[in-house]
């Protein structure tokens, strides 16, 4: 199982980005997916999640600014971020509960994609 993350890179203060994550291998469900960042010298926190039925949490750093979203049938998580912030400059991490075939059993595990960097500047 892998989680490849993509769509980051350099926008001004104000502006937009998506990013992206897709889920591939032997994928026998996904549960919740979310999206995490760190900072520099900050531990990593959780930035949106989503679970399976479409309920979302943001960061209150966030909310109104980020709309988290999935497609199920791509086994994809994306990130809409908006107005962004010089603080919302960071690696960004997605993270998925999978179920999935690992050789010949069935496991459900936490799997994180490889980040994505996202850096606000002018």
């Known amino acids: 199982v892998q989680l490849q993350a993509s769509g980051g890179g350099l926008v001004q203060p104000g502006g937009s980005l998506r990013v992206s994550c897709a889920a591939s291998?032997?994928?026998?469900?996904?549960?919740?997916m979310g999206w995490y960042r760190q900072a520099p010298g900050k531990q990593r926190e959780l930035v949106a999640r989503?679970?399976?039925?479409?309920?979302?949490i943001y960061a209150d750093s966030v909310k109104g600014r980020f709309t988290i979203s999935r497609d199920t049938a791509k086994n994809t998580v994306y990130l809409q971020m908006n107005s962004l912030k010089p603080e919302d400059a960071a690696v960004y991490y997605c993270?998925?509960?999978?179920?999935?075939?690992?050789?010949?059993?069935?496991?459900?595990?936490?799997?994180w994609g490889q980040g994505t960097q996202v850096t606000v500047s002018s």
């Open positions: 993270n998925a509960q999978i179920v999935a075939w690992i050789g010949t059993l069935v496991r459900g595990g936490d799997y």
């Open positions: 291998g032997r994928i026998v469900s996904i549960g919740d």
């Open positions: 989503i679970s399976t039925g479409g309920t979302t």
